[in-house]
């Protein structure tokens, strides 16, 4: 989780110095009761997070894609027929 800081009470009291940390590239861990712990990022790691998310996702789209196509799954269309489709 790279360095972690932990923070109990104090969020408030510490928030520009905790958004200093995030925002220099660290990663806070908040520590909650039950293990119920906190992890908080800067928005540019989180989108990072999401396209990585996203990327993996349509990954695994063409992985299947491209399994049913070895399988025989496909289906065959004509330039014509796709746009014939499109009408």
Do not use: W
Not at 62 to 71: A, C, D, G, K, R
Not at 72 to 83: I, P, S, W
């Amino acid at each position: 989780v790279g360095s972690e800081m932990c923070i109990r009470d104090s969020v408030r009291n510490n928030f520009k110095q905790i958004g200093d940390l995030i925002n220099s590239g660290e990663t806070i861990l908040i520590s909650r009761p039950h293990n119920q712990n906190l992890i908080v990022i800067s928005e540019a790691e989180y989108r990072e997070l999401e396209k990585l998310r996203r990327n993996a996702e349509y990954l695994a789209k063409l992985e299947y894609s491209m399994q049913q196509f070895n399988e025989g799954k496909g289906v065959v269309k004509t330039m014509d027929e796709l746009l014939n489709m499109e009408r």
